[in-house]
């Protein structure tokens, strides 16, 4: 079955700190993958998409990165974090082109 | 550009009542897909329903339903006899089904179910 797996779930950054998120999904090849922010009550803002390895797609100018180093992997980070940056990460897929996305389980971050 | 508009933030209903929960889109694409996800208070997305652009029956799911009004740009997520399970917040989105790869979401409406 296909699964998808963030982490880590919680982590409480200084300002100034770098960042590494990671994701990885099980069980099918070659997915489309996202990376959204969620602010507290707000919606979900797409940060990045990917299509195949290598190939990032940013959405929203930012100190944040995206990185895809292999077909099931998909890394968000910053070499300097920002208070705004703080908020809910979900990283998804979509393995059928055009079908729903499945979510990660998501990764709280709040910069202090 | 794509949009999704959810202008409800917040809506409360009672235990058993049915409840609609709004949402409108943007597109100039002819064929996309809309869809609700539900997320609790544990974060986790959940999806609910699809309904394809050009399905002709309103998509059904359980207890949801999806009120899809094509000429007005709508797909309403309708919930029959709500649980007390359902307060959650409710998402809207869209993606094109050719071309771009993005998901757009709308801003979300907080349900409360009462019991």
């Known amino acids: 079955s296909q699964t998808i797996h963030q982490w880590p779930a919680t982590l409480v950054q200084p300002v100034g700190s770098p960042l590494s998120l990671e994701c990885t999904v099980e069980g099918t090849s070659n997915p489309n993958l996202y990376w959204y922010r969620q602010a507290a009550g707000r919606g979900l803002q797409l940060l990045f998409y990917?299509?195949?390895?290598?190939?990032i797609s940013s959405e929203v100018p930012q100190n944040l990165s995206a990185s895809r180093p292999q077909d099931r992997q998909f890394i968000l980070s910053s070499k300097k974090l920002l208070l705004s940056d703080s908020g809910f990460y979900l990283c998804?897929?979509?393995?059928?082109?055009?079908?729903?996305?499945?979510f990660g389980e998501g990764s709280r971050l709040t910069v202090l | 550009a794509q949009k999704i508009t959810q202008t409800q933030p917040g809506m409360f209903v009672q235990e058993k009542e049915a409840v609609t929960l709004d949402c409108t889109y943007d597109?100039?694409?002819?064929?996309?897909?809309l869809f609700w996800y539900k997320q609790p208070s544990s974060g986790e997305m959940i999806f609910l329903i699809y309904?394809?652009?050009?399905?002709?029956q309103n998509a059904t799911e359980g207890r949801y339903s999806l009120n899809f009004q094509k000429a007005r740009k709508s797909a309403n997520l309708v919930i029959s006899a709500s649980q007390l399970g359902d307060s959650a917040m409710y998402f809207c989105?869209?993606?094109?089904?050719?071309?771009?790869?993005?998901?757009?979401f709308g801003t979300g409406t907080r349900l409360k179910v009462l019991a």
């Open positions: 597109t100039s694409d002819q064929s996309y897909g």
């Open positions: 309904q394809g652009s050009y399905d002709e």
């Open positions: 989105a869209m993606r094109a089904t050719s071309g771009t790869y993005k998901y757009i």
């Open positions: 990917s299509v195949g390895i290598g190939q």
């Open positions: 998804a897929f979509d393995p059928y082109t055009a079908g729903e996305l499945f």
